[in-house]
């Protein structure tokens, strides 16, 4: 059934990839690599709302689940960028009206990508892409010395 799985995911069938998955979880409930694959699925199928109950649950089920924790700390820090870009683009008028308000929720949700990062570093220590993601993200919460230690480590 996996063979299959990854079949019609490389094929880019993304409808016929979510039915065997369904599938698959109920033959096996308790693996969480499922339900990050379907969140994988569900992402590139531009369904967020539904890849992200899917990385939930993965975490849920193995809370060390390296993809589930890096792609929800993904879609935390993804949010909180689109949120500062928002704000970046804003005439002056429009930032001095609304302009904070994107930052300080853009940050929260830097805020909230950064404990997903933390766990997926953990899962894999020397993964870079979650030790620049963590370094960046640390640095816009303000907590400057992580972010050099992060920083440090890439080097």
Same mark, same amino acid.
């Given at each position: 059934?996996?063979?299959?799985?990854?079949?019609?995911?490389?094929?880019?069938?993304?409808?016929?990839?979510?039915?065997?998955?369904?599938?698959?979880?109920?033959?096996?409930?308790?693996?969480?690599?499922?339900? #990050?694959? /379907?969140? %994988?699925?569900?992402?590139?199928? !531009?369904?967020?709302? $539904?890849?992200?109950?899917?990385? @939930? *649950?993965?975490?849920?089920?193995?809370?060390?689940?390296?993809?589930?924790?890096?792609?929800?700390?993904?879609?935390?820090?993804?949010?909180?960028?689109?949120?500062?870009?928002? #704000?970046? /683009?804003? %005439?002056?008028?429009?930032?001095? !009206?609304?302009?904070? $308000?994107?930052?300080?929720?853009? @940050? *929260?949700?830097?805020?909230?990508?950064?404990?997903?990062?933390?766990?997926?570093?953990?899962?894999?220590?020397?993964?870079?892409?979650?030790?620049?993601?963590?370094?960046?993200?640390?640095?816009?919460?303000?907590?400057?010395?992580?972010?050099?230690?992060?920083?440090?480590?890439?080097?």
């Amino acid at each position: 059934m996996l063979e299959e799985l990854n079949m019609y995911i490389s094929a880019g069938r993304g409808k016929e990839a979510l039915d065997k998955i369904d599938r698959a979880i109920a033959a096996d409930p308790t693996n969480s690599n499922l339900y #990050a694959v /379907k969140g %994988s699925i569900l992402d590139q199928d !531009k369904q967020p709302a $539904k890849a992200l109950e899917a990385y @939930k *649950k993965a975490v849920e089920v193995d809370p060390n689940n390296f993809d589930a924790n890096f792609n929800l700390g993904v879609y935390n820090y993804n949010k909180a960028a689109d949120l500062y870009t928002k #704000a970046s /683009k804003m %005439s002056l008028a429009e930032y001095n !009206k609304s302009g904070k $308000k994107y930052e300080a929720d853009g @940050k *929260k949700f830097f805020q909230e990508s950064i404990p997903y990062f933390e766990k997926a570093l953990q899962a894999q220590p020397d993964d870079r892409a979650t030790i620049a993601s963590l370094q960046k993200a640390y640095l816009r919460v303000g907590r400057a010395a992580d972010s050099e230690r992060m920083s440090a480590k890439m080097k």
